[in-house]
């Protein structure tokens, strides 16, 4: 079986979330949220590698949290400037013989384990993938004063885990890094590779606010 790794990118503060505890490390469901995202991996890939990339101010606080609770085998490293210098701390951590490189926010902690999986079985067949869902608002571009309808057909939200070849997300951050790069997928893109989609979950929300994780909470209890 492939070798897998998984880089957890968990690198938010608490500001929108006003909270003086950075988000990640915020109770969800009787764990902190990034427990709760490490643990779901851990069932999803068993045997994978496990790696947290955190700010380095951060790494004594969740040393002592994750202590307090049952929180699966995982690595900590010490985050970059961007997000970008983050995942390639983190691929760094990762062993040579990983062939398979899973990269999700770490407070993308309601992730099934069914998506997982199934974005997994597509990066086997595909360089890259993406999990993705369909916007069912309306958009508009603006140009100046004017603005123009963007037809909905045409957009996807991107989610994580966004999943590669190791050996494709590796030559990819061996560019530089450029503001452009939103995703881990841009910098494949950027480097010439193609990018797969997968149908995502809309329950697989960014713990972003004080009303996101009261939604994550009642969701969790009714799925209890």
Do not use: C
């Not at 469901?29 to 890939?45: C, D, K, Y």
């Not at 069914?114 to 916007?135: G, K, S, T």
């Not at 991107?158 to 452009?180: C, D, E, G, K």
């Not at 989609?197 to 009642?218: F, Q, S």
């Amino acid at each position: 079986m492939a070798k897998r790794g998984v880089i957890i990118v968990a690198g938010g503060s608490g500001s929108r979330m006003q909270s003086a505890l950075p988000k990640q490390f915020l109770m969800l469901g009787g764990l902190p949220v990034v427990a709760r995202t490490i643990n779901t991996f851990s069932e999803a890939l068993p045997k994978a590698e496990i790696v947290v990339v955190l700010p380095e101010e951060h790494i004594a606080l969740w040393e002592n949290l994750r202590a307090r609770f049952d929180v699966a085998p995982h690595r900590i490293v010490a985050g970059g400037k961007e997000r970008f210098h983050s995942v390639l701390n983190g691929i760094n951590a990762l062993s040579e013989e990983v062939e398979y490189i899973a990269v999700h926010d770490g407070v993308r902690a309601l992730a099934t384990k069914r998506l997982i999986i199934r974005a997994m079985l597509a990066a086997e067949e595909h360089d890259a993938v993406i999990p993705v869902i369909d916007v069912v608002d309306s958009y508009r571009r603006v140009e100046g004063d004017e603005s123009f309808i963007i037809p909905r057909a045409e957009l996807r939200i991107v989610q994580t885990p966004q999943i590669f070849r190791a050996h494709t997300l590796r030559n990819a951050y061996q560019q530089a890094f450029s503001p452009a790069f939103t995703d881990d997928a841009s910098v494949v893109e950027a480097a010439g590779g193609r990018i797969a989609l997968v149908e995502g979950e809309r329950t697989n929300i960014k713990l972003t606010t004080p009303e996101d994780m009261e939604w994550a909470e009642y969701f969790l209890s009714k799925e209890a």
